[in-house]
């Protein structure tokens, strides 16, 4: 296929169901994970977004279909395989910040590409990955074929990971918040040093910063009413950062992209809920 040919970014790697805990008990389920919730943002902002991944044969796996397919995002690359879709407990504090409480893959962490899946994934301008085993592998393949790669390091355990993965990457995103007690110019350092060659971190309430070995630039977080969930604005970040650098834009107008889009996230359950900002009550 012809570089101009090609759709726009394909998202490869987690999806999951959060399950929302609300005094203890169960009270919601709605679709997320990283790859999944940057390639529904993507597709909200107009872009032509392919997902590749593996859900369950269960309730949950038809429930991130039907959300891929409400929002506009190309499911026909994901795989429906034997087992449970992955889930995630979340619970939030009265600031609307979410927290952890157990995480569990499911079949989505025996997804792999396969040559037909990697073929049809080098025929986007852009391919971001987050939990995918095989990114070593796939990544230096891709960006010889044009593909520009980038993939989210900024949870648990991603640190450990950019010696493998930095230097076949176009773009490593980082948060602080899975790095606490870590400077911006620490964890930015470390990245650059393992070879990425473009390093954005989140820092939060703080907003963001990116470097590469000739220069560095700073956004602020945009400000937010009312926060209803922090869940998810990383991804919506990075969504709008994508977007913003395919559409031709400078490193700083895709950061301040970045931030507005992760500010409208926080005033949101879930990123892969309908938009209405109203539907939570605070």
């Not at 940057?38 to 796996?61: N, T």
């Not at 992955?86 to 619970?91: A, D, I, K, N």
């Not at 960006?143 to 900024?154: K, N, Q």
């Not at 393992?194 to 309430?205: D, F, I, K, S």
Request: aromatic letters at 4%; proline letters at 4%.
């Amino acid at each position: 296929m012809a570089l101009d040919q090609r759709a726009d970014v394909a998202c490869v790697g987690d999806n999951c169901v959060d399950v929302w805990l609300e005094d203890g008990a169960r009270s919601r389920e709605l679709a997320g994970g990283n790859a999944f919730n940057v390639a529904v943002e993507l597709a909200r902002l107009g872009l032509a977004v392919r997902y590749f991944g593996a859900v369950g044969d269960d309730p949950q796996g038809e429930l991130i279909l039907e959300a891929a397919d409400s929002a506009g995002v190309d499911s026909s690359g994901v795989l429906r395989l034997s087992g449970p879709t992955g889930r995630t407990l979340v619970e939030r504090d009265e600031s609307g910040e979410r927290r952890f409480v157990f995480e569990d893959e499911g079949v989505a962490s025996s997804y792999r590409l396969d040559d037909i899946s990697g073929e049809l994934v080098a025929r986007h301008h852009w391919a971001h990955f987050s939990r995918q085993p095989d990114l070593a592998q796939w990544a230096p393949k891709l960006r010889e074929r044009g593909t520009r790669c980038s993939c989210d390091l900024g949870l648990d355990g991603g640190l450990e990971l950019l010696g493998e993965l930095a230097p076949a990457l176009d773009v490593v995103f980082l948060s602080s918040s899975a790095a606490p007690g870590r400077s911006a110019d620490e964890l930015l350092a470390q990245a650059l040093g393992a070879g990425a060659p473009l390093a954005v971190l989140t820092l939060g309430g703080d907003g963001s910063v990116a470097a590469t070995g000739d220069g560095r630039w700073r956004a602020d977080a945009e400000p937010v009413e009312r926060v209803v969930d922090t869940l998810g604005a990383g991804d919506a970040f990075i969504a709008a950062f994508i977007a913003a650098t395919l559409a031709g834009g400078e490193i700083e107008k895709a950061l301040r992209a970045g931030a507005r889009a992760g500010a409208l996230a926080c005033t949101r359950r879930g990123l892969a809920s309908p938009l209405q900002t109203d539907e939570v009550p605070a």
